[in-house]
């Protein structure tokens, strides 16, 4: 209790100040709908109840959120286009894909980076170069670009999960591999240890803490280019259309409901390297 108490106090409150929130959000077109409908001097408590029960309201109430969730999950088929779960699945492919990529791509420019001086002088300004552009701008000409030449499906959000992963990898790992102090290098030295010898038994365990933060921070923002890539293309599915169907549509339940399941699937990729960082640490013998 000592751990879940807080974590259960700040969703209490979170949810009492949405459930407030609520009400002047959605009492606009609720005072609409009564007035139509000719009912005068609604009690406040009823008018409350109200507002967090619209078809379509502007912020809509947690129960709503909950209820579309479970509706769109448990409770309808796998395979509709409908089902939350399908679309979960398509962005979740793309995000793996993408962050694979990503980290393989980020720890091999890291590489030529620390043992090449002239490619840290050449490649590192343009690798932080190109996290100015915004991703809004780069998905779509990535898509539309990759859609001429016949690559189509996934491939495509996964190329713009990669260029959002890969960044915080190769800042991260360069950090890592240059961590080994100069007496441990020349202690290797004295060992008279090869290039690889130093690579393998010193700066690769080193950079290991850096790598797995890193990995960390690249598997959420993998998540959101590859949301950001179906916003773009939304022939194959995912978390991002179900976003962009419901803007289109009105629905933000829908909208609201998606957002909480890409949230909730972040955590639990998160979650998933913690833990794959982990076991490395054992299989290294770190202490817990």
Not at 32 to 45: I, M
Not at 160 to 175: A, R, T
Not at 210 to 219: D, E, H, N, P, T
């Amino acid at each position: 209790m000592s751990r879940t108490g807080p974590i259960l106090i700040v969703l209490l409150a979170i949810g009492l100040i949405w459930y407030a929130a609520a009400i002047p959000m959605n009492a606009s077109w609720q005072d609409r709908l009564n007035d139509r409908a000719g009912l005068t001097n609604v009690p406040f408590s009823e008018f409350a109840a109200q507002t967090w029960n619209q078809d379509k309201p502007l912020l809509p109430a947690p129960h709503q959120v909950i209820g579309e969730i479970w509706q769109a999950t448990m409770a309808t088929d796998i395979t509709s286009k409908r089902s939350l779960a399908l679309h979960a699945g398509v962005t979740l492919t793309s995000t793996l894909l993408g962050f694979v990529m990503g980290t393989l791509l980020g720890v091999g420019l890291a590489l030529v980076i620390v043992h090449n001086d002239a490619s840290d002088r050449s490649l590192m300004p343009w690798i932080i170069a190109s996290q100015t552009v915004p991703i809004l701008a780069i998905a779509p000409m990535v898509v539309v670009g990759l859609g001429a030449v016949g690559v189509t499906g996934l491939f495509p959000k996964a190329l713009i999960s990669m260029y959002l992963s890969f960044f915080p990898v190769v800042v991260g790992m360069v950090k890592g591999l240059r961590t080994p102090e100069a007496i441990q290098l020349d202690l290797m030295r004295t060992y008279n240890a090869t290039a690889w010898q130093v690579f393998a038994k010193l700066r690769w365990p080193s950079a290991i803490p850096f790598l797995f933060a890193s990995m960390k921070v690249g598997i959420a923002i993998s998540l959101i280019g590859a949301v950001v890539g179906e916003l773009s293309n939304n022939a194959g599915g995912g978390l991002g259309v179900r976003l962009l169907t419901g803007s289109y549509n009105g629905q933000t339940i829908q909208i609201w409901a998606a957002l909480f399941i890409a949230a909730a699937l972040a955590a639990v990729l998160v979650i998933a390297v913690g833990g794959a960082e982990r076991l490395a640490n054992r299989a290294m013998g770190a202490r817990p």
